[in-house]
């Protein structure tokens, strides 16, 4: 394969859980309540960091923030289920255990019942609790969810009336599979769940620890599978049951197989799956799998195969359990549990084969037949709640398309692909069909939008406007009830109530009442371009306490793009710091991902200089995952960053390309196809491979680096970025390295110390390298290359 010839100047140096809960406790019953040493590999030991005494966002702060979720909302609007969790509820996790399909990983939370009329709220449990699918009876009046504790999960049942509790016993040598779903009956009898027999989970966890802790492990090439790829698909190993609630009785409604999603028949009568018949590991696709749809009566009888296959298909059910529509290379059919046939809804007619012996003809590649083609190619967004119609998209547009007849009528128009106007998204449909919600916020600007959709008056309304961030929108079944998060100015949402036109809207719960007591920071929508001449956007987190006129160390927080304002732990503890804090956008070019970030994130940086924020002198950088492989990669093409920090990066590719085994094909995909961009296989461009592996070019680094890994992180394995500790102490570079021993990719989420050395540790980092001793004015500094 040829490689594209440039300059060299511009190749760059290319060139030259868990916590587990213990059993809970329902909650007394009563009137509804309103709640509202450390060594590492580096240095010696050091103690925790004291939460700060003023009003300055500390380390421990951060371990406080609480994240409020939407479980479910009952039919008639009136109850709300919503989880309250922080990050200190999330420590805990064991990380050796990444890839084990037995294992576990659910975050305690405060389970809350809110009335939605009175706000009044009344928790489930005295403490917080481990659950999963937390789900409102047809009728409102039971919830149903799993609790996870450490024996594994128990299928549980609150009335809301009486508080009492009630919890599943299914047949002996059966359980709940780690992996199930929970789905309540049209008329509320029974729950249906996915179910193992236990010696599935015995086997499982033998494969397991054969992979893992076995003194000899031997793989085999022949084998069809990838052995990480092959303990994945374990996960399907699973049966559907059904729990009778008045009786308790269990019963089968499809026996064990390579299980994926399920569906069943609103009327009880049916249940549909797609099985896995995946035949060898898939390079193509990350995790990918091939399914075929099978239909079976619940009542018994033999499995029908309705769609032989799914690959490179989207699958979409109506409520009734028994129509789906696919759409697949541009097409979209529908299709029924009853026949075998499917009848095209939209896309362009399949072209006629040529007769044996004549050759295709050659197809019009003009920008017209191009773009016509482009307007004959439909996917499927979604079905109407009352199966009449559904929603499909295009180049043009978004349609609502009669299933019945066919005809179809545009909504809503889109913009060119070109263009920067807003693009619709569908968020909600109402339960009775008319309305539809779409999200319409601005590609510009912090201006987003909510509207309305009236198909019996066919107009657009718009409900809510500005610069917060709305977020989960859900409407009740009978429309008179919408929930939603709402978040302003770099804060994590807050659930708020509204009704069906989202007037009178009310916050259910302050998640964190405490950060408007901690100087946090105000945010900006950064424009600026990139060295291409392009414009790109990001995030400004000003200094708590900015002072226009005053120069701040500045440091840039690197991954990919960058847009909307939302909480981020880092930036605003950096910010409460005293520093400016930049999340930069760049953009990308098949076959060169390493420029992307010298043409983006140093364009963003003479940006804030020029805005007289940012001191040209005091520049720092890091990112994770994704954004630490790019710092390092950055600080290989530029000595404008004074300090640097790689959390969890890779800084091999070549190494990395066939590692990181527990996540399959991951890593080959990414370099080849996905996020990496070169490309190429290895073997077609290995130059490329080269040019993009930060360690080969160690001897450019002028910047002080610190390396932070988590020693079981499987995800990029801190042996790949350990080599870069290495290469920079055998060129007598500053540089540290920071390894959890048990923490996994990113933050560790081990221990409290473990959390708090971790933030500590990047304070540090800039404090030594960036921090002035006093402040300097902003005749100081000036842009530069």
């Given at each position: 394969?040829?490689?594209?010839?440039?300059?060299?100047a511009?190749?760059?140096?290319?060139?030259?859980?868990?916590l587990l809960?213990?059993a809970?406790q329902p909650?007394a019953s009563?009137?509804?309540r309103?709640?509202?040493t450390?060594?590492?590999?580096?240095g010696?030991?050091?103690?925790?960091?004291?939460?700060?005494?003023?009003d300055?966002?500390?380390?421990h702060?951060?371990?406080d923030?609480?994240?409020?979720?939407?479980?479910?909302?009952?039919?008639?609007g009136?109850?709300l289920?919503?989880?309250?969790?922080?990050?200190?509820?999330?420590?805990?996790?064991?990380?050796?255990?990444d890839?084990?399909p037995?294992y576990?990983r659910?975050?305690p939370?405060?389970?809350?019942?809110?009335?939605t009329k009175?706000?009044?709220?009344?928790?489930?449990f005295r403490t917080?609790?481990?659950?999963?699918?937390?789900?409102?009876?047809p009728d409102?009046a039971?919830l149903?969810l799993?609790?996870v504790?450490?024996?594994?999960?128990?299928?549980?049942?609150w009335?809301?009336?009486?508080?009492?509790?009630?919890?599943?016993?299914l047949?002996?040598?059966?359980?709940?599979?780690e992996?199930?779903?929970l789905?309540?009956?049209?008329?509320?009898?029974?729950?249906?769940?996915?179910?193992?027999?236990?010696?599935?989970?015995?086997r499982?966890?033998r494969?397991f620890?054969?992979?893992t802790?076995?003194p000899v492990?031997?793989?085999?090439?022949?084998d069809?599978?990838l052995?990480?790829?092959?303990m994945?698909?374990?996960?399907?190993?699973?049966?559907?049951?059904?729990?009778?609630v008045?009786?308790g009785?269990?019963?089968?409604?499809?026996?064990?197989?390579r299980?994926?999603?399920?569906?069943?028949?609103?009327?009880?009568?049916?249940i549909?799956?797609?099985?896995?018949i995946?035949?060898?590991?898939d390079?193509d696709?990350i995790?990918?799998?091939?399914?075929?749809l099978?239909s079976?009566?619940?009542?018994?009888g033999?499995?029908?195969?309705i769609?032989?296959?799914?690959?490179?298909?989207?699958?979409?059910?109506?409520?009734?359990?028994?129509r789906f529509?696919?759409?697949?290379?541009?097409?979209?059919?529908?299709?029924?549990?009853a026949?075998?046939t499917?009848?095209?809804?939209?896309g362009?007619?399949?072209?006629?084969r040529?007769?044996?012996?004549?050759?295709?003809?050659?197809?019009?590649?003009?920008?017209?037949?191009?773009a016509?083609?482009a307007?004959?190619?439909?996917?499927?967004?979604?079905?109407?709640?009352?199966?009449?119609?559904?929603?499909?998209?295009?180049?043009?547009?978004?349609?609502?398309?009669d299933?019945q007849?066919?005809?179809k009528?545009?909504?809503?128009?889109?913009p060119?692909?070109t263009?920067?106007?807003?693009?619709?998204?569908?968020?909600e449909?109402s339960?009775?069909?008319?309305?539809?919600?779409f999200?319409?916020?601005?590609?510009?600007e912090?201006?987003?939008?909510?509207?309305?959709?009236?198909?019996?008056?066919?107009?657009?309304?718009e409900?809510?406007?500005g610069?917060k961030?709305?977020s989960g929108?859900r409407l009740?079944k009978?429309?008179t009830?919408?929930v939603?998060?709402?978040?302003?100015g770099?804060?994590?949402?807050?659930?708020?109530?509204a009704?069906a036109?989202?007037a009178?809207?009310?916050?259910v719960?302050e998640?964190?009442?405490?950060?408007a007591?901690?100087a946090?920071?105000?945010?900006?929508?950064?424009?600026?371009?990139?060295?291409?001449?392009?414009?790109?956007?990001?995030v400004?987190h000003?200094?708590?306490?900015?002072?226009?006129?005053t120069?701040?160390?500045?440091v840039?927080?690197?991954?990919?793009?960058f847009?909307d304002?939302?909480?981020d732990?880092?930036a605003n503890?950096?910010?409460?710091?005293g520093?400016?804090?930049?999340?930069?956008?760049v953009?990308?070019?098949i076959?060169?991902?390493?420029?992307?970030?010298?043409?983006?994130v140093t364009?963003a940086?003479?940006?804030?200089?020029?805005?007289?924020?940012?001191?040209?002198a005091?520049?720092?950088?890091?990112?994770t995952?994704?954004?630490?492989?790019?710092?390092?990669?950055?600080?290989?093409?530029?000595d404008?960053?004074?300090?640097a920090?790689n959390?969890?990066?890779?800084?091999d590719?070549?190494?990395?390309?066939t590692?990181?085994?527990?996540?399959?094909?991951?890593?080959i995909?990414?370099?080849?196809?996905?996020?990496?961009?070169?490309?190429?296989?290895?073997w077609?461009?290995?130059?490329?491979?080269v040019?993009?592996?930060?360690v080969m070019?160690?001897?450019r680094?002028k910047?002080?680096?610190?390396?932070m890994t988590?020693?079981?992180?499987?995800?990029?394995?801190?042996?790949?970025?350990?080599?870069?500790?290495?290469?920079?102490?055998?060129?007598?570079?500053?540089?540290v390295?920071?390894n959890y021993?048990?923490?996994?990719?990113?933050?560790?989420?081990t221990?409290?110390?473990?959390f708090?050395?971790?933030?500590?540790?990047?304070?540090?980092w800039?404090?030594?390298?960036?921090?002035?001793?006093?402040a300097?004015?902003?005749?100081d500094g000036?842009?530069r290359?």
């Amino acid at each position: 394969m040829l490689v594209r010839s440039r300059p060299l100047a511009a190749l760059f140096p290319f060139a030259a859980v868990s916590l587990l809960a213990a059993a809970p406790q329902p909650a007394a019953s009563g009137p509804p309540r309103t709640l509202g040493t450390i060594i590492d590999t580096v240095g010696a030991a050091r103690r925790p960091a004291r939460a700060s005494a003023d009003d300055s966002l500390g380390v421990h702060d951060l371990l406080d923030v609480s994240t409020s979720v939407v479980a479910d909302l009952s039919a008639d609007g009136r109850w709300l289920a919503l989880l309250l969790s922080s990050r200190r509820d999330a420590l805990g996790g064991d990380f050796r255990r990444d890839g084990d399909p037995t294992y576990l990983r659910a975050t305690p939370a405060q389970l809350l019942v809110v009335d939605t009329k009175s706000l009044a709220q009344r928790p489930v449990f005295r403490t917080r609790t481990a659950v999963r699918e937390v789900t409102w009876s047809p009728d409102g009046a039971r919830l149903a969810l799993f609790v996870v504790d450490s024996s594994g999960q128990r299928l549980t049942l609150w009335d809301r009336a009486s508080g009492k509790v009630t919890t599943a016993r299914l047949p002996a040598g059966q359980y709940i599979a780690e992996n199930s779903e929970l789905r309540w009956s049209k008329d509320g009898t029974s729950i249906a769940f996915a179910a193992r027999a236990v010696e599935w989970r015995a086997r499982a966890r033998r494969q397991f620890d054969s992979l893992t802790t076995a003194p000899v492990v031997v793989l085999d090439g022949a084998d069809a599978f990838l052995e990480w790829d092959a303990m994945n698909r374990l996960s399907a190993e699973r049966r559907i049951v059904s729990w009778n609630v008045a009786t308790g009785a269990v019963t089968t409604l499809r026996d064990e197989g390579r299980i994926g999603q399920w569906t069943l028949a609103a009327d009880g009568s049916a249940i549909t799956v797609q099985e896995d018949i995946t035949k060898k590991t898939d390079y193509d696709v990350i995790r990918g799998r091939e399914y075929r749809l099978v239909s079976q009566s619940v009542a018994g009888g033999e499995s029908r195969i309705i769609v032989p296959s799914l690959r490179s298909t989207q699958l979409l059910w109506a409520e009734d359990g028994r129509r789906f529509v696919l759409s697949r290379e541009g097409r979209v059919f529908l299709g029924t549990i009853a026949d075998t046939t499917r009848r095209q809804l939209l896309g362009a007619t399949a072209p006629a084969r040529p007769p044996a012996g004549d050759a295709a003809p050659d197809a019009d590649t003009s920008a017209a037949a191009r773009a016509q083609r482009a307007k004959e190619r439909f996917s499927a967004v979604r079905w109407s709640p009352t199966g009449d119609a559904i929603v499909a998209s295009n180049s043009e547009g978004l349609w609502l398309v009669d299933v019945q007849g066919g005809a179809k009528e545009m909504m809503v128009a889109l913009p060119e692909s070109t263009s920067m106007a807003p693009r619709p998204q569908l968020v909600e449909w109402s339960d009775d069909g008319r309305y539809l919600y779409f999200a319409e916020n601005s590609r510009t600007e912090w201006n987003r939008a909510v509207t309305r959709y009236d198909r019996q008056a066919k107009e657009k309304r718009e409900l809510l406007r500005g610069v917060k961030s709305v977020s989960g929108l859900r409407l009740s079944k009978d429309g008179t009830t919408a929930v939603f998060g709402l978040a302003e100015g770099s804060r994590p949402p807050d659930i708020h109530v509204a009704d069906a036109s989202l007037a009178g809207s009310r916050r259910v719960v302050e998640a964190n009442p405490q950060l408007a007591r901690k100087a946090t920071a105000g945010t900006e929508l950064l424009s600026y371009l990139d060295a291409d001449g392009r414009t790109r956007y990001g995030v400004l987190h000003y200094p708590a306490g900015y002072v226009k006129g005053t120069r701040y160390p500045t440091v840039f927080i690197v991954y990919e793009s960058f847009f909307d304002d939302t909480w981020d732990a880092v930036a605003n503890l950096l910010a409460s710091h005293g520093y400016a804090v930049v999340k930069p956008s760049v953009g990308f070019e098949i076959g060169y991902p390493g420029e992307a970030w010298v043409k983006g994130v140093t364009a963003a940086a003479n940006a804030v200089i020029q805005m007289g924020v940012a001191d040209s002198a005091r520049l720092g950088v890091h990112g994770t995952s994704y954004g630490g492989y790019a710092t390092n990669l950055l600080i290989t093409q530029t000595d404008r960053f004074k300090a640097a920090i790689n959390m969890s990066g890779k800084v091999d590719v070549i190494s990395f390309y066939t590692d990181s085994p527990r996540l399959g094909v991951r890593n080959i995909h990414a370099a080849e196809k996905s996020q990496d961009r070169i490309g190429a296989t290895l073997w077609q461009q290995p130059q490329k491979y080269v040019q993009h592996s930060a360690v080969m070019f160690a001897d450019r680094i002028k910047t002080p680096l610190l390396l932070m890994t988590g020693g079981e992180d499987h995800n990029v394995p801190a042996l790949n970025t350990r080599e870069m500790y290495y290469a920079l102490r055998r060129l007598g570079k500053t540089v540290v390295w920071a390894n959890y021993t048990y923490g996994g990719h990113g933050t560790p989420m081990t221990t409290v110390s473990d959390f708090v050395d971790y933030h500590q540790r990047i304070l540090d980092w800039y404090g030594k390298y960036l921090m002035p001793k006093k402040a300097t004015d902003v005749s100081d500094g000036a842009a530069r290359d």
